[in-house]
C-alpha cells in the first residue's frame, strides 16, 4: 500500500487543474500585456481566473494582486501594514509564536527595523482567542496577523471573532489562510479580513502561484518593482498557466467542500481514536476545531525523522515538524509554543489526510504507526529509563 499522507506540505494536483494549464499554455502563449490577439487571449484568461477566485473568497477581483505564493503574500502584507502604520506613527504588531516562518522571519526583520513586535501566546490547546488579542492591542498598534489553521497541528482560530475585534478598534487585520483555503470555508467579508494569504499547491493546485488579497483602498507595498501588472503592486509577466490552474483548482475544492468535509472528518477521528491507543502519547491542539484532514500526536520516547524513515519503508509519506525544519535538529517551535517539552516535541508525527483516503487506509496507517513506535522504542535507550523509572514520563499513559 501507499499512502501520501503529507498533504499540509504540497497536495498532488488536480487533474483538471493539469488540463486547464496545458490547454492555456497551449493556446494562450501570449503576454496578457500585448494589445494583439494571442496577448489579448491571456489576459482574457487572466481576468476569469481572477473573478472566479473572488467569487470563492467573496470579494471583488480588484481586491485580488496575484504572486509566487504564500510566503510572498505573507511579506508583502506584513510589510504594507508596518509601513502604512509606521507613517502615523504606530510601530507596534501582533502576532502568535506559532505562525509559519514567512510570517514570523518577517516580523523579524521589522523588528530590526525599528517596529515592536508582540508574539501572543498560544494556548495548549493550539488556539489564540480573541480576548488575548483584545488585551495585547493598543494605541500605536498597526496590525494584527494571525494564521487561519495552523500548518503543522492544523487548528483552526476564530478568525471572524478576531477580525470583528480588530474592525472595531480600526487596527489593520491579515490573516495567512494558506492551511485553510480548500479545506474549510473562508469568507473574507464575514470574517472582517482585511488581508489574506493562500498558496494553490495547497489545495490540489499547482506550485509557485498564489495571491494576496487586500481589501479596497489597501495601498500595497511592492516587493518587485517594475512594470505596472497587479495595478502596478506586484511587477513581473504573470504566471499565466498557474493563476489558471489556481482557479480551476480552487473552484473545485470550494464546490466540493461540503462534500470533503463530510466525508473526511470521521476518517480523521478514526485515526485520532487509534493513535490514542499507543501508550504514552498526545494528539497536538484541540481535537473538534482543526482542518478535517490533519493530525498530529507526540510520542515519548521516539525520535520523530526515525518514526518518518521507517514510515516511508511501508509507504507512508509523512511529516515531523514542517518542511521548512526537518532537517534540522531543534524541535518544531509550534509544538514548543503550544507547551510541549522538548524531549516530547522531537517525537511529534503530522499526518494530513486527502479527502481520497479510505476507511481500509486509515486502519493500514494506525497499524503501521503502532508497530513502528513499538519497533524505536525497543530499541531506544531512552524509553528504557521510561520503563525502568530512571525518568518519569510526561504523559500519562492513556489520553
Ligand atoms: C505552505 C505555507 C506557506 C508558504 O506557502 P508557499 O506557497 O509554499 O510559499 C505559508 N503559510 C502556511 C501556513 C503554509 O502552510
Same mark, same amino acid.
Given at each position: ?42 489576459? %482574457? ?12 473568497l467573496n ?9 509566487? $505564493? ?24 501582533i502576532s502568535t509564536a506559532f505562525e509559519? !516562518?514567512?510570517?514570523? !522571519? ?5 523588528? /530590526? ?5 508582540t508574539l501572543l501566546d498560544v494556548h495548549h490547546d493550539g488556539i489564540v482567542t480573541a480576548e488575548q488579542v483584545s488585551s495585547a492591542i493598543r494605541?500605536?498598534t498597526?496590525l494584527v496577523t494571525i494564521m487561519y489553521a495552523n500548518?503543522?497541528?492544523g487548528t483552526i482560530q476564530p478568525i471572524a471573532e478576531i477580525g470583528k475585534l480588530c474592525r472595531k478598534c480600526g487596527v489593520l487585520f491579515h490573516t495567512d489562510a494558506?492551511q485553510a483555503i480548500?479545506?474549510i470555508p473562508v469568507d473574507v467579508t464575514k470574517d472582517h479580513i482585511d488581508m489574506l494569504?493562500?498558496?494553490?499547491? /495547497?489545495? !490540489?493546485?499547482?506550485?509557485? %502561484?498564489?495571491?494576496?488579497y487586500?481589501r /479596497? ?18 511587477? $513581473?509577466?504573470?504566471? %499565466? ?8 483548482? =480552487? ?12 466525508? =473526511? ?12 491507543? &499507543? ?6 491542539g484541540d481535537?473538534v476545531h482543526r482542518l478535517?484532514?490533519?493530525?498530529? *500526536?507526540? *510520542?515519548?520516547? &521516539? ?11 511501508? @509507504?507512508?509519506?509523512?511529516?515531523? @515538524? ?10 518544531? !517551535? %509550534? ?13 511529534? =508525527?503530522?499526518?494530513?489526510?486527502? @479527502? ?38 510526561? *504523559?500519562?499513559?492513556?489520553?
Amino acid at each position: 500500500m501507499n499512502i501520501y499522507a503529507d498533504n499540509a506540505a504540497t497536495t498532488k494536483m488536480s487533474c483538471s487543474a493539469i488540463q486547464a494549464m496545458t490547454k492555456c499554455m497551449e493556446n494562450y502563449y501570449g503576454n496578457p500585456s500585448s494589445l494583439y490577439g494571442v496577448g489579448q487571449d491571456a489576459k %482574457v484568461a487572466l481576468e476569469n481566473a481572477r473573478e472566479q477566485i473572488a467569487q470563492v473568497l467573496n470579494c471583488n477581483p480588484k481586491e485580488i494582486y496575484f504572486t509566487s $505564493g504564500g510566503s510572498e503574500a505573507d511579506n508583502q502584507a506584513i510589510r504594507t501594514a508596518a509601513y502604512l502604520g509606521a507613517r502615523k506613527g504606530k510601530k507596534h504588531i501582533i502576532s502568535t509564536a506559532f505562525e509559519h !516562518h514567512a510570517v514570523l !522571519h518577517t516580523l523579524m526583520k521589522l523588528e /530590526k527595523e525599528g517596529f515592536e513586535i508582540t508574539l501572543l501566546d498560544v494556548h495548549h490547546d493550539g488556539i489564540v482567542t480573541a480576548e488575548q488579542v483584545s488585551s495585547a492591542i493598543r494605541e500605536d498598534t498597526a496590525l494584527v496577523t494571525i494564521m487561519y489553521a495552523n500548518n503543522e497541528i492544523g487548528t483552526i482560530q476564530p478568525i471572524a471573532e478576531i477580525g470583528k475585534l480588530c474592525r472595531k478598534c480600526g487596527v489593520l487585520f491579515h490573516t495567512d489562510a494558506v492551511q485553510a483555503i480548500g479545506h474549510i470555508p473562508v469568507d473574507v467579508t464575514k470574517d472582517h479580513i482585511d488581508m489574506l494569504s493562500l498558496s494553490a499547491h /495547497k489545495f !490540489h493546485g499547482p506550485k509557485g %502561484v498564489g495571491l494576496l488579497y487586500a481589501r /479596497k483602498g489597501i495601498m500595497l507595498t511592492n516587493l518587485i518593482e517594475g512594470g505596472a501588472q497587479e495595478r502596478g503592486k506586484r511587477a $513581473g509577466t504573470e504566471n %499565466v498557466p498557474g493563476i489558471v490552474g489556481m482557479a480551476v483548482a =480552487l473552484k473545485e475544492a470550494a464546490s466540493n467542500l461540503d462534500n470533503y468535509r463530510r466525508r =473526511l472528518i470521521p476518517l480523521r477521528d478514526r485515526l485520532i481514536q487509534g493513535l490514542r491507543q &499507543i501508550e504514552y502519547s498526545e494528539l497536538n491542539g484541540d481535537p473538534v476545531h482543526r482542518l478535517p484532514g490533519t493530525v498530529n *500526536f507526540c *510520542f515519548e520516547g &521516539i525520535e520523530g525523522e526515525s518514526l518518518l524513515l521507517l514510515l516511508d519503508d511501508m @509507504g507512508i509519506q509523512a511529516s515531523s @515538524g514542517s518542511a521548512c525544519t526537518s532537517g534540522s535538529l531543534d524541535p518544531s !517551535h %509550534v509544538l514548543l509554543a503550544i507547551g510541549r517539552p522538548h524531549e516530547v516535541a522531537h517525537g511529534s =508525527l503530522r499526518l494530513s489526510l486527502d @479527502g481520497e483516503i479510505t476507511e481500509e487506509e486509515i486502519d493500514y496507517l494506525i497499524q503501521s504507526v503502532k508497530s513502528v513506535v513499538e519497533r524505536l522504542r525497543n530499541m531506544s535507550p531512552f524509553w528504557r529509563d521510561l520503563v525502568t523509572g530512571k525518568r518519569s514520563h510526561v *504523559f500519562r499513559q492513556f489520553q
